[in-house]
């Protein structure tokens, strides 16, 4: 059967052309979704995203890394939209794309949840991006973390409810000076 596969005219398999072009193309859908100066861009890019990973299952991690990628992008906007990409792309994939975000995505998203160094704080997308991320780890932990394949998500929630719980004690401690910051657990 392999060997059936095996296009004579090219010497290539078909699989594998076939695969680098949905590739090629999930790359470039993924851009076209992030194109900030097209209302239409996102929606678009999202509707071929999903029609390729219909028709590429196999490509399902690549989606989630590509998205990854803008996710953990310089600019803040780019982060923002990516993120909000992530979330549709998980939601409309199912679980098998939510099985690959907890490896791949989910410790990132995890970290950006958390207080951002101040050197970031001067730009105020930063804490947008920062509130996000902590609302889509605290959705993402509601929606899938009761699924026993997905639990990874409940944990990352309570993990993330813990960190928030200690700076909130942090940041009152702070504001009061007869609270030794040594007292915290």
């Known amino acids: 059967q392999q060997l059936g596969a095996f296009c004579l005219s090219g010497g290539m398999w078909t699989g594998q052309s076939d695969r680098k072009a949905a590739l090629r193309d999930l790359q470039q859908a993924v851009i076209v979704a992030l194109n900030r ?19 590429h299952k196999d490509l399902e991690a690549d989606a989630v890394a590509l998205v990854k990628a803008k996710v953990k992008d310089r600019k803040p906007e780019v982060s923002l939209v990516a993120l909000a990409l992530l979330n549709d792309v998980m939601r409309l994939g199912g679980v098998s794309v939510q099985h690959h975000c907890i490896k791949k995505v989910l410790p990132r998203i995890l970290k950006m949840a958390v207080a951002w160094p101040p050197h970031h704080e001067k730009n105020h997308l930063w804490g947008v991006l920062r509130d996000n991320a902590s609302a889509l780890i605290h959705e993402w932990g509601t929606l899938y973390g009761t699924d026993a394949r997905l639990t990874s998500y409940a944990s990352a929630s309570a993990e993330l409810r813990q960190r928030e719980a200690r700076h909130a004690l942090l940041m009152e401690s702070s504001h009061q000076p007869h609270l030794a910051i040594s007292h915290l657990p």
């Not at 100066?37 to 029609?51: D, P, V």
């Open 37 to 55: 100066t097209s209302e239409q861009g996102y929606g678009t890019g999202l509707q071929w995203i999903m029609r390729i990973l219909q028709e």
